[in-house]
Nanobody
């Protein structure tokens, strides 16, 4: 069974950088054809797909978010990362990491527990 355990700070000040970590168990992050991504849900809104990194290390981002977010991984630690720069209040959301079956957020077959991130001074 694939499990994703997410961690990171919950409160960040505007303009700061936030890093979230997602440790994967039950599957290798480099398994052929697997992709691992990040999704967020702002309060009162729907899920927003942010991007993925695939088994070869290629990254694919949402065009509307690409400039401020970076997805990376550590193969040895089987861990996925999300770095977000220049945080704004609109980035307040619950953030999830997930195994992204279709590489586009349309079918996420395993999820983390989620991390509430609040951007506030």
């Amino acid at each position: 069974q694939v499990q994703l355990l997410e961690s990171g700070p919950g409160l960040v000040k505007p303009s700061q950088t936030l890093s979230l970590t997602c440790t994967i168990s039950g599957a290798s992050i480099t398994t052929t054809y697997y992709a691992w991504g990040w999704i967020r849900q702002p309060p009162g809104k729907g899920l927003e797909w942010m991007g993925v990194i695939d088994y070869d290390g290629n990254t694919y981002y949402s065009p509307s978010l690409k400039s401020r977010f970076t997805i990376s991984r550590d193969n040895a630690k089987n861990t996925l990362y999300l770095q977000m720069d220049s945080l704004q209040s609109e980035d307040t959301a619950v953030y999830y990491c997930a195994k992204d079956y279709e590489y586009n957020g349309s079918y996420l077959d395993f999820w983390s527990q989620g991390t509430q991130v609040i951007v506030s001074s």
